[in-house]
């Protein structure tokens, strides 16, 4: 269990852990520190280990947490939509990615629809309320979905901090996490959702049935990258600011969520940065070159 980054100056000069079972502490040292926690973990190692002074843009820290804006839209057929019990997921629509001529609120970016499989029916009955459970659980191979997903707004008061009234047991103090959709986020989604159901009633579905996902959803942006040191915490190349040998490279890293799943734009931020690291950890260092000028 990680418990703490100790910095030295402009350095993380070494990673705290602890054994699961003993609680013992050991303290590993490197040239270069990756931290790669997720987007609710990373900002709370960092802000456990007292390191948001030490950088320009530390306000940010455990801020702009983003979660998308998620419904799922089931059309109810006369007959089976997928009567071979595939895994069907084949149909996108970006469509109103950008915003429609359609659609006259919200203006913007809305975000996509994408086919969702049917449920199971152990799903379905664990779910929802036994009766209403036990009645539809018949339907369930009659049912196809759309999911929505809307990007939703980086705002400074969705959060991840810390509570300083109780720690774990290493130690660490607990995580805060405060989030709350705004009302431009729950009006993609209505707009979505209307586009959504009227493809599915298009398709012949006799009836729709609207699902709010409640879930964490994509959760991004709580150690946001940027060009102004003072309004992020990362710059372009995912580097702590502040501190010259930590990179951070997970969802965390992203100043707004998109409205796709962010594991690719993840992946690909990773191997940016990783390919900056090496090619600046293969350049000769200042004192090296001095040496090699002495010689």
Known sequence: ???RLLADGERVAGV?????????????????VILAAGALATPHLLLASDLAPRNPGGRVIGRYLQRHYNEILFGIFPTPPNPGGGFHKQIGIHDFYFGHSSVSAPSGKLGGIQQL???PEGLVRAELPALVGAMVAPWIKHLTGLLVMAEDQPVY???VLLDETASDRYGVPRLLI???HTSRDKAAGAALA???????????ALACYRHHVATFSHGV??????SDPYTSALDADCRFRGLVNLTVVDASVMPTSAAVNPSLTISALALRAAERLAARSSRPTASAMHVAAQR
Do not use: I, W
């Open 221 to 226: 942006g709580t150690v946001r990258m940027g």
């Open 16 to 32: 705290e852990v602890a054994a699961r079972d003993s609680g013992e502490r050991t303290v590993y040292r490197a040239r270069e």
């Open 178 to 180: 405060s989030h709350r």
């Open 1 to 3: 269990m990680v418990t």
């Open 157 to 159: 008061q969705n959060s």
């Open 194 to 204: 209307a586009v959504a159901k009227r493809v599915l009633r298009r398709a012949g």
């Open 117 to 119: 499989p049917t449920p």
